[in-house]
């Protein structure tokens, strides 16, 4: 009985290990940035809410250490403590010439004193990291290697020590103005902030899906290099967003989105993926807040559920998985909707010349299996209203837009009456206000489930479409006075007869 429980237990082991072996480069990914970290604190809960969607909330920190703000209050005594004897051990090693490692013997006196002049102006991150200079962000980034490390001083001091040996030969600071020479745009980009103002790292890998594109990207080691250094480089743009102070945010949102990826990925593109992460893990301490992890297809998402639960591992960082259905009421949880894209349900586009994030954006909620009113009051004559729209979620509702004016005598105007509406996105419109009245959008909610509706507004003086063509005569008419009647344009015969220029 014993033997046959024996083996069932190995085939079911053996069957888990084949499911993991089946996990994307992707969960490998964020799997190293916890997998390599100490489980200090024990086991953390993975429990799983039944709409698909994980969220671990970190273990609470003083907030000393919590982005590095207040760091001069508030500090346990045994952190404040580490902290205290890090900052003592890097002065030393600035003044004594050893912070690189230790000095050459060979160096002359003036050689030796010209290195320590230099060490003293050495700066990580755009920060001073000799503390006698008293620069408010040297504790913020010496705070980082020693949450790292546990805050053991001597492990902090050399991982601060090779990640300023691997910037020098990396040249990482001089990374952020070199020319690739290959297009990632669609692989990356930053773009805005968070609620609590932290930079948005946006990483696309569905451009990677494409073999052929696959291929031109890190097709040879020499490309993989480049790629690598790529990636460094974003990050390093990310960090120039950041502010190292004690009121300011000092580090990153990450989302990945996931969406048309492949599972099946290459060697070459999992070892270069694998060197970047390693790379973020021993030279970019704490600096990743968060990783939002959207579009999950159920593949990783079953992955992800069941390496967490096999795994006694401490997520340092927040990391949150949200599967299709829920990429937008996820991202808002974090996200204001006037910084969220409108490919992921928020209300930003691309160059918008309407509306800003200054703009406010309201709220309503239409209830379950009925309509919602949202009224937009449009007094003022002469402007023309302009309104973006978004419903969180699907869009399993019938929506109708109108100008229903004051004065009972005049008529109501159908702007759009959709029914039965089923697309994503925010919905953006605009109507000239010829009198007074306001603006109607209903919004028919047929579900069994509560709907939630953001939109915002304005007016803009605008001149009506018959004036600007008289405008537009009269500079033509002015343009063509000195003009004989071979050289005059077709448009100034405005009346059908014949055009007399205008004098003086």
Known sequence: MGKKREKSNKAKDGGKVQDQNRANTFQYEIALQVQERKDRYGKPSFDLEIDEETFEE?????????????????????????????????????????????????????????????????????????????????????????????????????????????????????????????????????????????????????????????????????????????????????????????????????????????????????????????????????????????NVPLWFYISHVFSSRLKAQKNNSRIVIARPGKVTSTLLKFIPPENLPVQYGGLQRENDDEFSSEDKVFIVKAKANTTEHIHIPTPEAGVTMVWDLTIVGSWDVSYKEEFIPNDEGSYRVLIENEKDTKKGGSVRNSFYISEPGKIVISIGNALLKEKKVLYRYKTKPTVPMYKEKERKKTRLRKRDAGLDASERIPELALDGGSFKPEVG
């Open 58 to 294: 970190p273990l609470s920190e003083p907030s000393s250490v919590q982005d590095g703000k207040n760091v001069s209050k508030g500090k346990k005594p045994s952190k404040y403590k580490a902290l205290v004897e890090f900052k003592s051990r890097v002065e030393e090693s600035i003044i004594g010439n050893s912070l690189l490692g230790k000095p050459s013997s060979k160096l002359s006196h003036e050689e030796s004193t010209e290195a320590i002049e230099e060490l003293k102006e050495i700066k990580l991150w755009g920060v001073p990291l000799l503390p006698s200079k008293r620069h408010e962000g040297t504790d913020i980034v010496l705070l980082k290697f020693l949450k790292a490390r546990d805050y053991k001083v001597h492990e902090a001091f050399e991982m601060l020590q090779r990640t300023l040996k691997w910037r020098k030969e990396f040249k990482a600071d001089e990374i952020v103005e070199e020319n690739m020479g290959l297009d990632f745009d669609n692989l990356a980009y930053l773009n805005s902030r968070d609620k609590e103002g932290h930079p948005l790292y946006y990483n696309m890998y569905g451009a990677l899906k494409d073999k052929q594109n696959l291929h031109k990207i890190i097709g040879s080691e020499e490309k993989r290099q480049k790629f690598l250094r790529w990636r460094v480089q974003y990050m390093e743009k990310a960090i120039k967003e950041l502010d190292f102070e004690a009121s300011g945010t000092n580090s990153i949102v990450q989302i990945i989105d996931l969406k048309n990826s492949s599972r099946q990925t290459t060697k070459e593109f999992r070892s270069v993926c694998r060197k970047y992460w390693k790379l973020l893990q021993d030279h970019y301490p704490e600096l990743i807040h968060q990783n939002i992890i959207i």
